[in-house]
Every structure is written in structure tokens, then in C-alpha cells.
């Protein structure tokens, strides 16, 4: 599986961004995928995760109400819709794909992309 993110840039604080997340490859092994940030000097942390049906979703408390995880399975793309963003959310962000083939379940990650927020 290949992940490729776009979408990153600099934006105000209280601005939004949409970051994409584009998978090629075994993507029919893909059952969970997420978004993942690492600021500069901190561990990376998962901000947001869907299921393959996107049935079910979960955030990070300090996005919640202002970051909304989807995807579009016909066009094998995630994406992270972030309003009201905050000079704290600048970080690099990754996108994440986790597949089950058989017994085994394997992580696949992008490239990460920027997202810098200014006071």
C-alpha cells in the first residue's frame, strides 16, 4: 500500500486546511486508516482514526468539534477537514493505513505534510 498526503500549507490561527490522504496498491486489505502529527521535540500522536466502512471514528480530545476524519472509498482517498485551527496543531501530519492479510497486520505510512499555523 502507497499513501500519499497533500493538503498541508501555512494558514492563520482560526483558519482551516483539508489534508488528503490517496492509497494505491492492496488497498482491499486496508481496515483502519488514520491521521498522525508530530511537532518538533514531541512524540507523534494519532489525532484522528476511521474504519474501512467509516462507520466508526475517534479524535484525539484536542481536536474534537474542530477536525472532521472521512473517506471516500470509491476514490481510495482520506481525508482531515481542520477549522479553528490553533498555533498548538502546527505539526507535521501523517496519514496511516493499517492492513490484515491472513494474520498479519502491517502499518503503511505517508510521506507526512506540513501544517503550520501562525498567531
Known amino acids: 500500500v502507497q499513501l500519499v498526503e497533500s493538503g498541508g500549507g501555512l494558514v492563520q490561527a482560526g483558519g482551516s486546511l483539508r489534508l488528503s490522504c490517496a492509497a494505491s496498491g492492496s488497498t482491499f486489505d486496508i481496515f483502519a486508516m488514520g491521521w498522525y502529527r508530530q511537532a518538533p ?60 492479510s491472513g494474520i498479519w497486520l502491517t502499518d503503511y505510512w505517508g510521506q507526512g505534510t506540513q501544517v503550520t499555523v501562525s498567531s
Open 41 to 100: 521535540g514531541k512524540q507523534r500522536e494519532l489525532v484522528a482514526a476511521i474504519t474501512s466502512g467509516g462507520g466508526s471514528t475517534n479524535y484525539v480530545d484536542s481536536v474534537k468539534g474542530r477536525f472532521t476524519i472521512s473517506r471516500d472509498n470509491a476514490k481510495n482517498t482520506m481525508y482531515l477537514q481542520m477549522n479553528s485551527l490553533k498555533p498548538e496543531d502546527t505539526a507535521v501530519y501523517y496519514c496511516s493505513a493499517r492492513c490484515k
